[in-house]
């Protein structure tokens, strides 16, 4: 079974976020487009079709993060729907991200 993790950190470890999912769902979407940033010259680090452990700035990363669909179980509680909106808005433009995307 094919599993991808999106771990997202403020460069000051203070904000994070994870998305789960089987090989379909909001973390997939957001692997893909973190690897057309990474293909654009928008982040930086090292990245494969598959993996991505790479810096990007703030206003990068929350499009990125819009209109995901509903995280769901088994991969998400009902309560981090209220999160990662909470973390999406909070995200600050200049602010820099490590993300590190995974498929598995």
Do not use: Q
């Not at 982040?43 to 995280?71: D, F, K, Y």
């Amino acid at each position: 079974m094919t599993t991808v993790d999106v771990y997202i950190d403020g460069k000051d470890r203070r904000e994070s976020f994870h998305l789960r999912n089987g090989l379909f769902d909001p973390a997939t979407t957001v692997l893909h487009a973190v690897l057309e940033a990474c293909r654009r010259g928008f982040a930086s680090g090292e990245w494969s079709n598959s993996h991505a452990e790479v810096l990007m700035r703030g206003s990068v990363l929350r499009p990125m993060l819009a209109g995901l669909e509903e995280l769901v179980r088994p991969w998400h509680e009902d309560e981090d729907n209220a999160r990662l909106a909470a973390f999406r808005d909070a995200i600050a433009d200049d602010a820099v991200y490590a993300v590190t995307a995974i498929e598995v």
